[in-house]
Structures are given as structure tokens and as C-alpha cells.
């Protein structure tokens, strides 16, 4: 699991690496979280990704939903919570077995 501090780290991290999952937090960005998804959605369309935020609104849920968000939670989710959503999208072959998960909370 890699931790990204910033927009442009998420980035670079993204560059370099096959990702499972991207779970991108809302707190503290220093870019819009949609103009970053976009971005990243760019460098790989089948990115699966989920969100999580102590304060989401309802179309917060919906829009993070619309661009394919695979969650979307009010809390960090556990290790172990995100370690299962992984293996269910490895089960379903949404994602290539082998990569890791990238912890975006953008602060």
C-alpha cells in the first residue's frame, strides 16, 4: 500500500504503478478531488477507485458514484475492510491480479 500526500504525488504514484485501488479522501485537498480523478482517469480509464470522507454529501455519494467509484465511505476504511473489497474485485476480474492499493488522502 503506498500513501499519497498531494495531487501531484498521486500522480507520479499512478505514473509508476498498477494500482487495484485508489481510494481517494476528500479532507484537506489541494486540488479538486474530481479535476484529480479525471486526471488519473486519463492515465488509466479502468482505474478502480473509491472515496471516503467524514463530511460527504449526498451528491458528493452520487457524483463519486456516476464516475464509477467502487465505495464510498464516511471514515479511512480498515485495512482489512479494503484488503476484501480487493479480492472482490480481483473475483469479478475487474482489476489485473499483482497490483497494490494507492491511500490518496490529499492533505
Same mark, same amino acid.
Given at each position: 500500500? $503506498?500513501r499519497?500526500?498531494?495531487? !501531484?504525488e498521486?500522480?507520479?504514484?499512478?505514473?509508476?504503478? *498498477?494500482?487495484?485501488? %485508489?481510494?481517494?479522501?476528500?479532507?484537506?485537498?489541494?486540488?479538486?478531488?474530481?479535476? %484529480?480523478?479525471? !486526471?488519473? @482517469?486519463? *492515465?488509466? #480509464?479502468?482505474?478502480?477507485?473509491?472515496?471516503? !470522507? !467524514?463530511?460527504?454529501?449526498?451528491?458528493?455519494?452520487? @457524483?463519486?458514484?456516476?464516475?464509477?467509484? &467502487?465505495?464510498? $465511505?464516511?471514515?479511512?476504511?480498515?485495512? #482489512?475492510v479494503?484488503?476484501?473489497?480487493?479480492?472482490?474485485?480481483? @473475483?469479478?476480474?475487474?482489476? @489485473?491480479?499483482?497490483?497494490?492499493?494507492?491511500?490518496?488522502? &490529499?492533505?
Amino acid at each position: 500500500m $503506498f500513501r499519497a500526500c498531494s495531487a !501531484s504525488e498521486t500522480l507520479r504514484l499512478v505514473r509508476m504503478f *498498477e494500482f487495484d485501488l %485508489l481510494l481517494a479522501g476528500l479532507e484537506h485537498q489541494d486540488v479538486e478531488p474530481w479535476a %484529480l480523478l479525471a !486526471s488519473v @482517469r486519463h *492515465e488509466h #480509464r479502468g482505474q478502480k477507485w473509491a472515496m471516503f !470522507s !467524514s463530511a460527504i454529501s449526498d451528491a458528493q455519494e452520487v @457524483r463519486a458514484r456516476a464516475l464509477g467509484a &467502487v465505495g464510498v $465511505f464516511d471514515a479511512l476504511p480498515p485495512t #482489512r475492510v479494503l484488503l476484501e473489497l480487493i479480492t472482490a474485485l480481483r @473475483r469479478r476480474a475487474s482489476v @489485473r491480479p499483482g497490483g497494490v492499493a494507492l491511500a490518496c488522502r &490529499v492533505t
